[in-house]
Nanobody, 119 residues
């Protein structure tokens, strides 16, 4: 069993900041990447930021968001600055990992944390 639990969402005014955190726990053998996705109402889920040893960002958040990861603690964070109304979404933590040496890597997801940017 693997669990990903997000925290840190909430209501923030445009131009404000929030920091999301996610911790992975359970039967983890190796984590290849820890990532953040988001899904806005009526839209498809999209990749926001990826951390697999290299960093990747969606064009819409470059220069405003920063992903960081603590491999020893199996955590990933997303620092979100200069937030815009269009950043409003349910943010999901994702990890690609193996639970043992033999089985292939799989994607695991948290339940999401809501970020609302509004005045």
């Amino acid at each position: 069993q693997v669990q990903l639990v997000e925290s840190g969402g909430g209501l923030v005014q445009p131009g404000g900041s929030l920091r999301l955190s996610c911790v992975a726990s359970g039967s983890i053998y190796i984590i290849y990447s820890m990532n953040w996705y988001r899904q806005a109402p009526g839209k498809q889920r999209e990749l926001v930021a990826r951390h697999d040893g290299t960093l990747q960002y969606a064009d819409s958040v470059k220069g405003r968001f920063a992903i960081s990861r603590d491999t020893a603690k199996n955590t990933v964070s997303l620092q979100m600055d200069s937030l815009k109304r269009e950043d409003t979404a349910l943010y999901y933590c994702n990890a690609r990992l193996k639970t043992n040496h033999f089985d292939p890597a799989m994607d695991y997801w948290g339940k999401g944390t809501l970020v609302t940017v509004s005045s």
